[in-house]
């Protein structure tokens, strides 16, 4: 069973950092791009960026809402996600979701983890 | 960056019913590659997203044949038939396309 599971979300004052993981499990993970997408209350998902599998190199895209702020990366060797958040904005505020890629659409979602940027 | 319009925002309806929900993208959502990536979700109360259509008509795994796809370029609907409580919730559609990838703002199906 696919199962991703997002921790370290909280409360972060604007211009602070936070990291976040998602740890997979179920799959096996260096075979799949792996995105982080967020959403703020009530309003619409918002795709941040993916990392590529291992067949191709585990580059990154990004979202240019967030790039050179926000940066992906993976331990393979634990199964993990990470998305590191930099210079936080009170916009950035919201639930922010690990996702498997499979060919072009998210198939597995994590539950989710709440990030409020706030002084 | 792609707009992708659903219509209408919010959407009542009655049990065993049937209803459609349209995503319009700004521009053709056909790929170099000559596959459309048009997907649809829908997010219950207090969920996430869960995959319900992918590139267009393709229902994913465990999703019953009262869902179904349909369009191209940059006119796509989702139709429901026969709705059931579980239905209820926010459809939103995604295209993979173009860079950066962009969900639709939502449909929200309700009870009349």
């Known amino acids: 069973e696919v199962k991703l599971l997002e921790s370290g979300g909280g409360l972060v004052q604007p211009g602070g950092s936070m990291r976040l993981s998602c740890a997979a499990s179920g799959f096996t993970f260096t075979d799949f791009y792996m995105n982080w997408i967020r959403q703020p209350a009530g309003k619409a998902p918002e795709w941040l960026g993916f990392?590529?599998?291992?067949?191709?190199?585990?580059?990154?895209e990004y979202n240019p809402s967030v790039k050179g702020r926000f940066t992906i990366s993976r331990d393979n060797t634990q199964n993990m996600l990470y998305l590191q958040m930099n210079t936080l904005r009170a916009e950035d505020t919201a639930t922010y979701y690990c996702?498997?890629?499979?060919?072009?659409?998210?198939?597995?979602w994590g539950q989710g983890v709440m990030v409020t940027v706030s002084s | 960056d792609v707009l992708m319009t659903q219509t209408p925002v919010s959407l009542p309806v009655s049990l065993g019913g049937q209803v459609s929900i349209s995503c319009r993208s700004s521009q053709s959502l056909v790929h170099s590659d000559g596959n459309t990536y048009l997907h649809w979700y829908l997010q219950k109360p207090g969920q996430s997203p869960q995959l319900l259509i992918y590139?267009?008509?393709n229902r994913f795994s465990g999703v019953p044949d009262r869902f179904s796809g349909s369009g191209s370029g940059t006119d796509f609907t989702l139709k429901i038939s026969r709705v059931e409580p579980e239905d209820l919730g926010v459809y939103y559609c995604?295209?993979?396309?173009?860079?950066?990838?962009?969900f639709g703002g939502g449909t929200k199906l309700e009870l009349k």
């Open positions: 990392i590529r599998n291992k067949a191709n190199g585990y580059t990154t």
């Open positions: 590139r267009v008509s």
């Open positions: 996702a498997r890629l499979q060919w072009y659409y998210f198939d597995y």
């Open positions: 995604l295209q993979s396309t173009h860079f950066p990838w962009t």
